[in-house]
């Protein structure tokens, strides 16, 4: 009995190894083939924003060079966090994906309470764009200049306002680091949703705004608006002629709304892998450069690891700001 129990061991041991060795050859198999069914494109925001449409266009190149359908899935609501929940509880295997936006960044420092782990539930893939967000008054504002409103604001506290799509929003953060930054006292107005904030800046019921470059050049140059700067370090390819904040005297203001796509956390990496090179491929593809930066985007496509750096660099800084200017959810 003594004698054979090595043999059973070796025995025992080959059958576990070779078990083991089967099922790293089929998962290996599984995540080379694809992808092998339609995936789930998510969209935290509704129909027709932005997020909707790089969503649609990256989708309809993907399924073209993957020959499998990619469904875009619309699950607005709470700041896109319930689209972004679907996402964290769906299978990791590469077939659900979402579109994400600088709001999943915000939400970490903004809602106290979340249904799912911002810094552990995500896989970044790639960025795919960035959108510099753009400073407009409305021509009633007597500013010409980034100085000339940061004086006017100084010389009527509390009268100037600044729109934005809500609490917590992109817009709204951009204007709240403005106005810290600038030693203003400003009165912010919080809307449901961009479009709405934008026409009531058109209509002169609030003062300025920050919006993203998608939204507002049309107005501005039909002069229903005015452009005093652009939130990035370099100015936008759409206003040439706008400077940017910080070298229209906010030395260092800087801020980005970016669009990327995520998988969920523990997403093998060769699937990662795979949609990020396809994903950024598409990205620099002529004519869908051409499109983003018409509507004043700016292609990125870069890998997962420098991704994950910008997402986390802009969770503790938003969350900071937020900190800063009161802005909760609870």
Not at 126 to 143: D, G, K, N, Q, Y
Not at 307 to 325: H, Q, T
Request: some cysteine.
């Amino acid at each position: 009995m003594m004698s054979g129990a090595p043999a059973i061991g070796r025995c025992l041991a080959a059958s576990v190894f070779g078990f083991v060795s089967i099922n790293v050859s089929v998962h290996a198999q599984k995540t080379d083939d694809y992808p092998v069914k339609p995936i789930r494109m998510i969209v935290p925001f509704p129909a027709g924003g932005t997020a909707d449409t790089l969503a649609r266009m990256t989708g309809q190149k993907l399924t073209e060079r993957w020959r499998q359908q990619v469904v875009v899935d619309n699950r607005p609501g709470a700041g896109g966090n319930i689209g972004a929940d679907v996402l964290a509880k769906s299978s990791p295997d590469g077939y659900t994906l979402m579109m994400g936006t600088i709001a999943l960044a915000i939400s970490a420092g903004l809602y106290s309470k979340l249904p799912f782990d911002v810094y552990k539930d995500f896989s970044p893939v790639t960025l795919v764009a960035s959108v510099p967000m753009i400073l407009v008054v409305h021509p009633s504002v007597p500013a010409r200049s980034v100085k000339e409103l940061i004086a006017l604001a100084k010389s009527r506290p509390g009268q100037l306002t600044f729109s934005s799509a809500g609490n917590g929003t992109p817009s709204h953060l951009a204007g709240e680091m403005f106005r810290t930054m600038t030693g203003t006292d400003m009165v912010h107005v919080p809307y449901k949703g961009g479009a709405p904030a934008v026409i009531d800046l058109l209509g002169g019921q609030v003062s300025l705004m920050l919006d993203n470059s998608l939204s507002v050049p049309g107005h501005i140059k039909a002069r229903k608006l005015r452009a005093l700067g652009v939130s990035t370090t370099s100015r936008s390819r759409v206003l040439p002629d706008v400077p940017t904040i910080s070298e229209a005297g906010v030395s260092q203001y800087e801020f980005s709304s970016w669009f990327g796509v995520f998988a969920p956390a523990n997403t093998p990496k060769s699937i990662i892998s795979k949609a990020h090179r396809e994903i950024s491929q598409i990205v620099w593809m002529q004519d869908v450069q051409e499109k983003l930066r018409s509507q004043g985007a700016e292609p990125v496509g870069n890998t997962p690891e420098e991704f994950a750096r910008i997402f986390k660099a802009d969770m503790e800084r938003l969350a900071k700001l937020s900190k800063e200017v009161g802005a909760r959810v609870d």
